[in-house]
């Protein structure tokens, strides 16, 4: 069956220069019944402000994919 999560239905965080809708449990938000789907860790749809960005960070074994869009506000 396919189940379909709205992002206004997902956990919104705010924090100024990255507005973002978790699909599953990440950062602040947990929820132990939402924490992944097979081997997919995290999905979520992430506004940046421009010029903005998180920093070099380590990931392990993870591959980021990153989709450029424009959006009407």
């Not at 699909?23 to 938000?29: A, L, P, T, V």
């Not at 132990?32 to 979520?44: A, E, Y």
């Amino acid at each position: 069956m396919i189940q379909i999560d709205r992002a206004s239905s997902r956990y919104h965080a705010d924090y100024g220069w990255l507005k973002t809708y978790y699909s599953f449990s990440f950062d602040e938000y947990c929820d132990p019944n939402n924490v992944q789907f097979g081997p997919l860790r995290g999905g979520n749809d992430d506004f940046v402000a421009p010029l903005a960005g998180f920093g070099a960070h380590p990931h392990i074994e993870m591959e980021i994919v990153s989709v450029k869009g424009v959006f009407a506000t």
